[in-house]
């Protein structure tokens, strides 16, 4: 799968960062129907 990834060390992974919060709420979306894997979308506003 062609997605950001910070960690991947089964059995967990930890995607990011996304610009929009939508983003990553979308991503869990697609890893949901299209792969069967549940996750959780957490978000942090970072002023640059």
């Known amino acids: 799968m062609d997605i ?3 960690l991947d060390e089964a059995p967990h992974v930890f995607a ?3 610009e929009e919060k939508a983003e990553a709420q ?3 979306k697609y890893l949901k129907s299209n792969h069967d894997l549940d996750g959780l979308v957490t978000w942090r506003s970072v002023t640059r």
């Open 4 to 6: 950001p990834t910070i």
């Open 16 to 18: 990011g960062p996304f």
């Open 26 to 28: 979308n991503m869990l």
